[in-house]
Nanobody, 128 residues
Framework: VQLQASGGGLVQQGGSLRLTCAAA?????????MAWFRQAPGKEREFVAA????????YYGGSVKGRFTISRDNAKKMVYLEMNSLKSEDTAVYYCAADNYGVLGAETVFLRDEYDYWGQGTQVTVSS
């Protein structure tokens, strides 16, 4: 599957953004679990959020829980990341990823190696 992330930009602290990840080709979209990761300059790629194939299970990294919401629309082959109350430390390149196995395990969902496909990133910059 090919993944295309978009929606990044420059936003003031406390503001909101919605990222979109569009999927193309590959198997039926609803067979994939999906996730968002982010990478700030000089730092490791960090887990942000994940969602199971049917949207029934969601997972969040500790630093974004309560502020970010992941969702998906299987008919449109889209995954979204709604980001609210943005902080300067949310500044990073955000990547979407797909897991061939549609069900996520709580112990592995945050691992980069769990995911089989990656899109290019979209830059999010939060100004203080």
């Amino acid at each position: 599957v090919q993944l295309q992330a978009s929606g990044g930009g420059l936003v003031q602290q406390g503001g909101s953004l919605r990222l979109t990840c569009a999927a193309a080709s590959g198997r039926t979209f609803n067979s994939y679990a999906m996730a968002w990761f982010r990478q700030a300059p000089g730092k490791e790629r960090e887990f942000v959020a994940a969602i199971s194939w049917d949207g029934g299970s969601t997972y969040y990294g500790g630093s974004v829980k309560g502020r970010f919401t992941i969702s998906r629309d299987n008919a449109k082959k889209m995954v979204y990341l709604e980001m609210n109350s943005l902080k300067s430390e949310d500044t990073a390149v955000y990547y979407c990823a797909a897991d061939n196995y549609g069900v996520l395990g709580a112990e592995t969902v945050f691992l980069r190696d769990e995911y089989d496909y990656w899109g290019q990133g979209t830059q999010v910059t939060v100004s203080s």
